[in-house]
């Protein structure tokens, strides 16, 4: 490797003549003999791609890992058990779930090639003295870039000349404000890549200006290149559901292979059946024990949130996803167009006679000027008119109405300069009139080195004995230092220490307060002033910007979106917390984090970019267990602050717009990118895209995943219940002896599992969010998803009920037919005994009208069903309609009778089937609203106890 290509050499702090000499080229470019030879050993300007898992491999893991082999299984014992068609239809449920999580898993890797769209395709560069159009791909170290107004920058490079050179770096910072360049050597220690002010990026873009730049590092060595070789290595790590469901399928596994033997051994020891018929017995309990819904159900529910979120501006692009957010715990969000509106505006302005209220926010001309209660208007106030003209016209940005009715305003140049032209019109000041008016016939550009902007104007009137005036716009320490004068209640006045230090005063209260202050100031050229340059080719900053009058500030800030206050609290109610991380300064993001409630302490850690390379790992996390806030951040110092998280335990959630972003958004739980304001790389990077760019549609967001986790456990509930009922029967076959024939078939169990019981179990995926779903902490991720007291409500409560319930209608038929305690029951050695027949049939129609009273139940935790409306859920509904209209196709029509074993049931079977629901309904409707007086009674008290 070249030495140019690593660029050893700090470029930033060598002057332009320096920069040539230390990458062995020069102004007049590299010769095409010498470009060649430095690709040959170098490469080519590309963004490399890693090699990709075969599509093959991929497709096909989606068939193997274990709850896909479990219902590969679950085919195979119902094509044993004589019924193909449901082998065939748990098949086909694996092949669609398979199916759709490859094309999830395709559609998750493309942020490499959203990343090389975003580079540009042709350069200008210098080569053998001339300019040229080359290739970006064919770009050395040692080329000179020449760059213009809208170029895309190709490399990372040095810049050796600037004229008025503004550079958007937001894809790499995230912060939208152009950033001046400069040719001159920079000296600073403390200054991060991204804001030395002679160096540019590849992927960024010059927004206003030109200039020429050394190219210092292309390909994979760019910053840009660094940021894709984050993104394309980070590990594919499982989501928290994905984790659970493989643990829950393993102790499904476990489970139903033991009450298969079990059940097999129990025949053998008590009742002695031939092998084939135990066996055959034994596989409907493993079957009936596998929850063949439990994937159907987790895709329609995370579709479910998915087609929910999607109308609250939250696009999902990962079903798992959906999840994911339901865990979070920590939010990290950056601020631009997040939590601010991405719009600077002017809020106050300052003079030194008045402190004044501007109104409004954003771009759009909505709002005025208040001093006190009272509107004002600038043609009221001299110094409020000079303070607003004069800041309008030392700008050359542009304010471009919404091109529909109900669109946004959009800026044309630096955003910092458009809010002063929305803060004149609302001072009852048209800027276009007012250039019209005072023509501006001469511009002095900002420079860093200057930290200030002038333009010349020839007035239509005079202003202090002159016709032509000189508007200065820059830092107020600048401004003040250079001025001798003040207006004061409309006249100027002399400068004196006691008015310096009032202005400074004031600049320092607005700047403590994070707010971006800019000072105003005006000089008269008058004809006769002898230190005035005649001729206007001599205006320079050295003969202009001198004996200043001092006019006001400009106060402004990208305001906070107003929704976002009351997101931040539901967040803190909800446990989780919210940690910024932005390229903004400190100052600022610590004002803004205040004022939306993400500090509340007096003193947080506030890091920067060049503290945080000297924190290490240990005081990092220590620090993220308090209040913190994150400035000036690097790509991969955003990457490590997520990193670390994880390492803590905590489930993170990333939000981010550029492609500085992608790397935290790739390694984070959950990626979240703006859709409005972010890059492509962002989008293809993350896991959730927002359509509205707002950080309380991921509050939204999060309520549906929670909604989520809650209905995969309403329907492990639901399903679990009914292997009670059909346990239960079958136990009471096996230690009887055979005394009582058994309650219900093979073939009847199978019914239940894979006919009624899914629909009504699917709809549950299709529950909206609880109430208080987010008034609870976030659940731990090592929580199983089958927990104890899930398993104890599942068997020991609903399936205890469904059990009783299950065998009464079987002794009902019996007693209906004759039988007494003490005889013989119907049945016992006849299977096709039409008593023992009906008698098995109304235990499968028992199962299955109790499950109806079970599904409601199970639609909410502990609040009434009727809370939410009975039959509020038309997918339960669907699901229950389906159930009732298939038991009463399975017992009436003579050919299913015979593979089901049913037989036709009266008039008072189904009077004594339909008082079940409601039974079951009652009986819990009763139990919760005993828990939930509980608790009521408990609440006081532990509020007294400081619990």
């Excluded at 050499?9 to 320096?18: Q, S």
């Excluded at 909505?366 to 009272?374: D, I, M, S």
């Excluded at 976002?564 to 390229?583: H, P």
């Amino acid at each position: 490797m070249d030495e140019t290509q690593t660029a050893p050499v700090a470029v930033e702090r060598l002057t332009p003549d320096r920069v040539f000499s230390a990458l062995e080229t020069s102004s007049a470019g590299l010769t095409q003999a010498e470009a060649e030879a430095r690709q040959a050993r170098q490469g080519k300007n590309l963004i490399q791609t890693e090699k990709k898992k075969s599509p093959v491999l991929a497709f096909l893991s989606n068939f193997t890992h274990l709850m896909a082999i479990l219902l590969w299984a679950a085919g195979i014992i119902a094509f044993v058990a004589g019924l193909p068609e449901l082998g065939v239809a748990v098949w086909l449920v694996n092949v669609i779930n398979g199916c759709f999580s490859f094309w999830q898993e395709h559609r998750a890797g493309k942020a490499t090639d959203a990343l090389k769209k975003m580079l540009p395709s042709y350069a200008s560069v210098i080569r053998d003295g001339q300019e040229q159009k080359i290739l970006a791909e064919d770009l050395v170290p040692g080329d000179v870039m020449v760059l213009a107004e809208g170029d895309k920058i190709s490399a990372d490079a040095r810049v050796v000349r600037a004229s008025d050179l503004q550079v958007n770096q937001s894809t790499l910072t995230g912060e939208s404000n152009p950033v001046r360049k400069t040719a001159d050597a920079v000296l600073e220690d403390d200054l991060t890549q991204a804001e030395t002010p002679n160096l540019i990026f590849a992927g960024t873009s010059v927004s206003e200006g030109n200039g020429r730049a050394v190219v210092t590092r292309i390909g994979m060595d760019t910053e840009f290149g660094k940021i894709a070789h984050l993104t394309q290595n980070m590990e594919e790590v499982q989501s928290p559901l994905q984790l659970q469901l493989n643990r829950t399928t393993k102790q499904i596994t476990i489970f139903a292979a033991c009450m298969g033997v079990g059940f097999f051994l129990l025949d053998q020891m008590f009742v002695g059946s031939e092998f084939a018929a135990a066996f055959i017995f034994s596989l409907g309990m493993v079957v009936a024990f596998i929850p063949e819904g439990l994937l159907p159900t987790v895709t329609l529910s995370l579709a479910m949130a998915v087609q929910r979120m999607s109308k609250r501006n939250a696009l999902v692009k990962k079903l798992n996803s959906v999840e994911t957010l339901g865990s979070t715990s920590v939010i990290c969000t950056d601020k631009t167009g997040t939590l601010t509106q991405n719009e600077m505006t002017v809020n106050h302005l300052w003079t030194a006679s008045h402190e004044y209220e501007v109104t409004g926010v954003g771009y759009a001309p909505v709002g005025e000027v208040r001093l006190g209660e009272k509107s004002v208007d600038a043609h009221m106030d001299d110094d409020l008119r000079l303070l607003v003209a004069g800041g309008a016209l030392c700008s050359n940005a542009r304010l471009l109405s919404p091109e529909e009715e109900g669109g946004r305003y959009t800026v044309l140049g630096d955003p910092t300069e458009a809010c002063l032209l929305v803060a004149a019109q609302k001072a009852g000041i048209e800027p276009s009139e007012q250039e019209a008016a005072w023509p501006r016939v001469r511009e002095l550009p900002f420079e860093s080195r200057r930290k200030r902007m002038t333009t010349i104007h020839q007035l239509s009137e005079p202003l202090d004995g002159a016709r032509r005036v000189a508007f200065v716009k820059g830092a107020p320490n600048e401004v003040v230092r250079l001025s001798t004068r003040v207006r004061v209640d409309g006249e100027p006045e002399a400068m004196t220490d006691e008015l310096r230090n009032k202005i400074m005063a004031a600049n320092d209260a607005y700047a403590a307060d994070g707010l971006r202050v800019l000072a105003v100031a005006y000089r008269p050229l008058a004809a006769d002033d002898p230190s005035v340059p005649r001729s206007m080719s001599e205006y320079s900053p050295e003969t202009i910007e001198r004996d200043l009058t001092f006019v006001g500030l400009e106060v402004m800030q990208d305001p906070p979106r107003p929704e976002v206050a009351a997101a931040v609290e539901q967040c803190r109610r909800a446990g989780i917390r919210v940690i910024m991380i932005t390229g903004d300064y400190g100052l600022t993001a610590v004002s803004i984090a205040r004022k939306i409630g993400i500090v509340r302490g007096e003193h947080p850690r506030v890091f920067s970019g060049v503290e945080l390379e000297r924190t290490s790992d240990d005081e990092l996390k220590e620090a993220l267990r308090g209040e913190v806030v994150f400035a000036r951040m690097a790509p991969e110092q955003k990457l490590r602050v997520v990193e670390n998280l994880q390492q803590m335990g905590e489930i993170v959630a990333v939000t981010g717009d550029g492609v500085n972003d992608s790397p935290a958004l790739k390694k984070a739980d959950i990626g979240v990118a703006m859709g409005i304001t972010g890059t492509d790389v962002a989008k293809e990077a993350a896991d959730m895209v927002l359509t509205d760019d707002n950080f309380a549609s991921i509050v939204h967001a999060i309520e549906e995943g929670r909604a989520v986790y809650a209905n995969i456990r309403k329907f492990m509930l639901y399903i679990l219940n009914s292997n009670m009922p059909e346990a239960v029967p079958s136990a009471v076959y096996l230690l009887s002896g055979g005394a009582v024939p058994l309650p219900l078939t093979t073939m009847q169990i199978l019914t239940i599992d894979l006919g009624t019981d899914m629909l009504p179990a699917l709809g549950l995926g299709c529950e909206p969010p609880e109430d208080d779903v987010m008034d609870r902490p976030p659940r731990d991720p090592k929580e199983p998803l089958l927990t104890g007291r899930l398993m104890r409500k599942a068997f020991l409560w609903y399936g205890l009920i469904g059990g009783i319930v299950s065998m009464a209608a079987y002794v009902f038929a019996q007693l209906e037919a004759g039988w007494a305690p003490g005889l013989e029951m119907f049945g016992v050695g006849a299977d096709l005994d039409p008593v023992y027949v009906r008698a098995t049939t109304m235990c499968l129609a028992a199962i299955v009208f109790a499950q109806i009273g079970q599904v409601l139940n199970c639609r909410t935790e502990t609040a009434s069903v009727f809370s939410r409306g009975l039959f509020s859920n038309r997918h339960i509904n669907v699901g229950i309609v389906f159930e009732i209209c298939l038991i009463v196709f399975i017992t009436l029509f003579p050919p299913f009778q015979a593979v089901f074993h049913t037989s036709p049931l009266g008039v008072w079977d189904y009077v004594f089937l339909c008082c079940l629901p409601p039974l079951v309904l009652a009986v819990e409707e009763a139990r919760k609203a005993l828990f939930r007086q509980i608790r009521r009674r408990r609440a006081p008290r532990a509020v007294a106890e400081g619990r």
